[in-house]
């Protein structure tokens, strides 16, 4: 009963550092996303992949990038990390980008100093 | 400009009461509305999914309700739990893009 599982949970930055989140599921799901959420704010879509080798960009795709080898696996890269970037991250995947029901990730919370 | 709006922005709720969480969205074309439920720290969890044909949705003691024609939906929590304080975030599906709310962050007061 896996689901969506994303590491790590915590992790503190320095500015200008980079750095990736794992994200991987067992669903089967052709459709993953990386969201961010800052306090009090709504989830923002950063990137969305529609299976393996598919990848495009969400409202706030500056300063991070993913790739999706496999249907398993999205990793969501930080380069040169700003304090801006500080937010809890999560992954989600599911069947379908319209009418599927996401499953989402326990999330990763990331402060950039 | 696609949005979703939701209010009360925070509620607080003695247990075994019942409280209702609205939800007004400005979102065409519309494809289905949805609430989850995100507990402090959490991903958010799905409760319903609604069409637009659909006008009342139930899941244990959550029932949603859309008005397609004046864009609002409220999310009816019956009888309250202490495990039901969290967030409870409305979405829209338009156009294979999800418009997220800010959320309603209820608390449960024994």
């Known amino acids: 009963n896996a689901g969506v599982t994303q590491t790590p949970k915590f992790r503190i930055l320095k500015i200008g550092q980079s750095m990736t989140l794992q994200c991987t599921q067992d669903m089967n799901h052709n459709y993953m996303y990386w969201y961010r959420q800052d306090p009090g704010m709504g989830l923002k879509l950063i990137y969305y992949s529609v299976g393996a080798g598919i990848t495009d960009k969400g409202e706030v795709p500056n300063g991070y990038n993913v790739s999706r080898s496999t249907t398993e696996d999205f990793p969501l890269r930080l380069e040169l990390a700003a304090p801006s970037q500080t937010s809890v991250y999560f992954c989600a995947s599911s069947t379908d980008i319209n009418t599927g029901e996401l499953f989402f990730g326990e999330g990763s919370r990331l402060t950039v100093l | 400009k696609n949005q979703v709006e939701q209010s009360p922005q925070s509620l607080i709720i003695l247990e075994g009461k019942n409280c209702t969480l609205q939800c007004n969205y400005t979102v065409s074309p519309f494809s289905n509305l949805r609430w989850y439920k995100q507990d402090t720290g959490r991903g958010p969890v799905s409760l319903t999914i609604?069409?637009?044909s659909e006008n009342t949705k139930s899941n244990g003691r959550y029932t949603a309700t859309l008005d397609a024609d004046t864009k609002q939906s409220s999310l009816h929590i019956t009888a309250s739990q202490l495990s039901d304080s969290a967030s409870y975030i409305c979405?829209?599906?338009?156009?294979?893009?999800?418009?997220w709310g800010a959320g309603t962050k209820l608390i449960i007061k024994p």
């Open positions: 609604m069409t637009f």
């Open positions: 979405v829209v599906s338009a156009n294979y893009q999800l418009i």
